[in-house]
């Protein structure tokens, strides 16, 4: 069976902290690693990242994958109250088939 | 466009109603997907569609009936659903065959089963 596990499950910081998050993954023809952000609804897509050991950079937001270890990261550096949220680990197998890992809550205090 | 839609937002129902949860999307993506997903848990999948035909079923109960007319749309039949289905449900979908994209979610329709 597919299994995503994210970590920590929680964590509260304070406007300008960095903050890592971990996803680790045993999955069957792995395809891709995907991050995403979810505040109320929908989950809104930050990065999806297929190869080892590049980093994918978005603003404040950056991730990276490790397919020997099977995990991948994502940083969230100089954090804003508005970076307050779920953030979803998920990983593509064989078939279209996306398993989420549990999730991190981020709360960012001012 | 990048959007999914889904109609209904909200949906209360009884337990002996029939009720449909719709999707579309018209970004040409050939795979389409149904999740549920609980309060402070992560979406779970229900069901995958790939170039219309229904490839995985999680073992779902069958009172939920997934039903894809044609390439930009997704239904969610529900019939005699209980208490504990009410959820978010969550509808997706993606470039297929796997291509190396993303999946793109709608909003999803918060469905209250009483």
């Known amino acids: 069976e597919d299994k995503v596990v994210q970590s920590p499950l929680s964590l509260v910081v304070h406007e300008g902290d960095t903050v890592t998050l971990n996803c680790s993954y045993e999955?069957?023809?792995?395809?891709?690693l995907l991050w995403y952000k979810q505040e109320k609804k929908a989950p809104t897509f930050l990065f999806m990242l297929?190869?080892?050991?590049i980093e994918k950079k978005s603003g404040r937001l950056s991730s990276i994958l490790d397919k020997k270890e099977l995990f991948s990261i994502l940083n969230i550096t100089a954090t804003q109250t508005g970076d307050s949220a779920v953030y979803l680990c998920?990983?593509?197998?064989?078939?279209?088939?996306?398993?989420f890992g549990g999730g991190t809550r981020v709360l960012v205090k001012p | 466009d990048t959007e999914v839609t889904q109609t209904p937002k909200h949906l209360v129902m009884g337990m002996t109603n029939k009720k449909s949860l719709k999707c579309e999307q018209h970004?040409?993506?050939?795979?389409m997907y149904w999740y549920k997903q609980k309060a402070k848990k992560p979406p779970e999948l229900m069901f995958v569609?790939?170039?219309?035909?229904?490839?995985i079923n999680e073992s779902v109960p069958s009172r939920f009936s997934p039903e894809c007319p044609n390439s930009s749309l997704l239904n969610l039949h529900l019939h005699a659903l209980q208490p504990e289905d009410s959820a978010l449900y969550l509808c997706?979908?993606?470039?297929?065959?796997?291509?190396?994209?993303?999946?793109?979610f709608g909003q999803g329709t918060r469905l209250t089963v009483v």
């Open positions: 297929t190869s080892s050991g």
């Open positions: 970004m040409g993506h050939r795979a």
């Open positions: 997706a979908s993606s470039q297929a065959p796997w291509s190396g994209t993303e999946a793109f």
């Open positions: 998920a990983v593509e197998a064989a078939g279209n088939k996306l398993t």
């Open positions: 999955v069957t023809n792995f395809r891709s």
């Open positions: 569609y790939s170039y219309e035909k229904l490839s």
